[in-house]
C-alpha cells in the first residue's frame, strides 16, 4: 500500500458479471459507487467477482464477454479509473488464498443456517456445488483482504456482511488484531421496482429491467407493457405498476411531476398513461444518453480498457500481498 493512502478510507465492493447492467443496478448501486469515489479521502477498489459468477450455471464460452459488458457499462457510468479502482477478482489470486485460510475459522453450521444459501439452493436444486456453500467465505476474503471499511452494497447483502463481521473478529480474537470490522454503505436507491409491477427489478426476472444501453424506441417498448389502471382512483397505488411508473417518474422527471400526475390520479380527469409512459421514455433515455456516448468511447479502445484493468490488478495486488503475508505470519503458516 502506497503511504499516502494508509490514512483514507478504504471501500471495496464486488459485482457480479451477468451482462449487461439495468437501471436497478444503476441507481441501487453505481450511483453509489459514484458517490464515494468523488470523496477525497476514499480509496475505492470495485471489483467484477467473476469467482462469485461460476457458482451459478453459467455459460463458459460467454463469460468472458459478460465480463466486459460489466467494465464498459462501469466505466460508461463514470467510474473513473483516477478516482478509484477496477479489478477482476480471479486476476488476485489471494481472494481465493484468503478465503481458504478464513474458511478455517468458520464453522460450517453457520453457512448452512444463511437465508442467501438457502434460496440459492431453491433456485437451483441441481447446481448445490461447494462454491455456492463458499460464497460468503470469498465474499468475507475479497472485503478483508483489503481491510475495508466501507462496503456499499444493497439490503439483500447484510448477512453476508455480518459473516465477513464475524470472521473479521474471530480472527482478531484468535491471532491478534488485524481486521477492522467493515461496515455496509447503504444505497440509498436500493429498491427499484420491478417494470412488471412485482418486485424489484432484476436480471434474473424477464420484462423487468431497462438495460443501460436501451435505445428510446426499446425504452418505449418495455414501457408500453407495464401493466396499468383506468388512470384514476381514490387512493395512489403503494403498489403494482402504476406505482413503479410513478417511482420512475420521480426518479427521472422529479417530485413536482409525481405530484401533478398524483393529482390527475385523484381527479375526474385521470392519467393518460399513454403520455406518461411517452414523456418518461424520453426522460430515461436522456440520462442514460451520455452512459451510452461514454460507452461508445471505450469500446472503440480495448486497450485503453486493458490498461484501466492492468492498473487495478497491480494497485490490488501489492495490498493483497501484504495481507497475506501478515496473515500467514500471524496463523504460523511463515516464520516472522
Ligand atoms: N455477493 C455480492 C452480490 O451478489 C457480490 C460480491 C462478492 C460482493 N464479493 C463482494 C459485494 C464483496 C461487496 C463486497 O451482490
Avoid: W
Avoid at 475459522?105 to 444463511?114: A, D, F, K, W
Avoid at 418505449?220 to 395512489?236: E, H, S, Y
Amino acid at each position: 500500500m502506497s503511504l499516502k493512502n494508509k490514512t483514507k478510507v478504504r471501500v471495496f465492493s464486488g459485482t457480479r458479471p451477468t451482462g449487461f447492467l439495468h437501471l436497478g443496478n444503476y441507481l441501487g448501486g453505481v450511483k453509489g459507487y459514484l458517490e464515494l469515489q468523488n470523496k477525497k479521502d476514499y480509496d475505492c477498489i470495485y471489483s467484477i467477482v467473476d469467482l462469485h459468477g461460476i457458482t451459478s450455471p453459467y455459460n463458459p464460452k460467454k463469460f468472458q464477454e459478460q465480463i466486459d459488458k460489466v467494465v464498459l457499462d462501469y466505466l460508461a457510468c463514470g467510474l473513473d479509473p483516477k478516482k478509484c479502482h477496477f479489478l477482476i477478482q480471479s486476476q488476485v489470486p489471494e481472494h481465493t488464498e484468503l478465503a481458504y485460510l478464513l474458511s478455517t475459522i468458520y464453522p460450517v453450521s453457520r453457512l448452512e443456517q444463511l437465508p442467501t444459501y438457502k434460496e440459492k439452493k431453491q433456485e437451483q436444486p441441481k447446481y448445490i456445488n461447494m462454491g455456492l456453500f463458499y460464497y460468503p467465505v470469498l465474499m468475507a476474503a475479497d472485503i478483508l483482504l483489503y481491510k475495508t471499511q466501507f462496503v456499499p452494497v444493497g439490503k439483500d447483502q447484510s448477512p453476508h456482511l455480518e459473516v465477513t463481521r464475524e470472521i473479521a473478529r474471530t480472527f482478531n480474537r484468535h491471532f491478534g488484531q488485524t481486521f477492522p470490522e467493515p461496515k455496509a454503505y447503504f444505497m440509498p436507491l436500493a429498491n427499484i421496482p420491478s417494470l412488471t409491477g412485482q418486485g424489484k427489478m432484476s436480471k434474473s426476472k424477464e420484462g423487468s429491467y431497462i438495460n443501460l444501453v436501451d435505445s428510446l424506441k426499446v425504452i418505449k417498448d418495455k414501457l408500453t407493457k407495464v401493466p396499468t389502471d383506468i388512470g384514476k382512483g381514490k387512493k395512489i397505488p403503494d403498489k403494482g405498476g402504476v406505482f413503479a411508473l410513478l417511482t420512475f417518474v420521480e426518479l427521472f422527471e422529479g417530485k413536482k411531476k409525481r405530484l401533478e400526475y398524483e393529482k390527475l390520479y385523484l381527479s375526474n380527469q385521470g392519467i393518460q398513461y399513454k403520455l406518461l409512459k411517452e414523456e418518461l421514455a424520453k426522460a430515461i433515455y436522456e440520462e442514460l444518453k451520455p452512459i451510452q456516448e461514454r460507452r461508445k468511447f471505450y469500446e472503440k479502445r480495448p486497450a485503453l480498457v486493458n490498461r484501466i484493468l492492468e492498473q487495478g490488478r497491480k494497485y490490488a495486488s501489492q495490498i493483497a500481498k501484504q495481507t497475506i503475508q501478515e496473515v500467514k505470519e500471524k496463523m504460523g503458516l511463515i516464520k516472522k
